[in-house]
């Protein structure tokens, strides 16, 4: 079943740590996106890829970093996390204009 | 600045009546406008979309209304299901892969 996983769901660390969230896709997807969203706000794109290795910052500026080394792939990076980065990030992957497939979300929680 | 606007947070609606979601946008560039669906704990799912060259698009119980010259599109939900309880999101693209969302109307159906 093509499907979109995310891992870890929920994630409570301290500050300054190095955090990678995982994003893989088994559609065959180009295109993988990954957004930001805090309570009750709207999702902020922060980085999207059209392909492998290919990776562009998206319209909300963000301290995390992301690779595409596989098509299947798009993990999203924090080399040092701070309270600020607190926030749900949602990865999501697509063919077509508008149509994007989004994965369960990973909670992040930074002490 | 918001380009995607929800202005209701929440509304509630009795079970089997019409359920009514407003959005406004501001980006006359916008060409392609989507609503997605959000249970809590999971991913925004895709609900319906319609092309800036029609007015309407029909799927089921989703109808999806677009006036351009008022720059407002509203999803129309009917009957409503209690499985309809869930927060929708309204969101809008260029014509490129980006989409820009609102920030979602908690939708309540009452038994």
């Known amino acids: 079943e093509a499907d979109i996983y995310q891992t870890p769901r929920y994630l409570v660390i301290g500050t300054g740590k190095k955090i990678t969230l995982e994003c893989s896709q088994t559609?065959?997807?180009?295109?993988m996106y990954w957004y930001q969203q805090d309570p009750g706000m709207e999702l902020h794109l922060i980085h999207y890829s059209y392909g492998v290795n290919s990776t562009e910052k998206g319209d909300l500026s963000s301290e995390s970093t992301v690779s595409r080394i596989r098509t299947e792939h798009f993990p999203l990076t924090l080399e040092s996390a701070r309270p600020s980065h607190t926030s749900q990030y949602l990865c999501a992957s697509g063919m077509n204009v508008g149509e994007q497939f989004f994965g369960p979300g990973t909670r992040l929680t930074v002490l | 600045d918001q380009q995607v606007k929800q202005n209701s947070p929440s509304l509630s609606v009795q079970e089997g009546r019409i359920s009514i979601l407003n959005c406004d946008y501001t980006n006359s560039m916008f060409d392609y406008f989507l609503w997605y669906k959000k249970y809590p704990a999971e991913g925004p799912t895709f609900l319906i979309s319609i092309s800036s060259i029609k007015d309407k698009n029909e799927d089921g119980r989703f109808t999806v209304f677009l006036n351009k010259s008022a720059k407002h599109l509203s999803l129309h939900i009917v009957p409503s299901q209690p499985g309809d309880s869930a927060v929708y999101f309204c969101a809008a693209s260029p014509g490129d892969d980006k989409i820009i969302f609102g920030k979602g109307t908690r939708l309540h159906i009452l038994p």
């Open positions: 559609m065959g997807h180009d295109k």
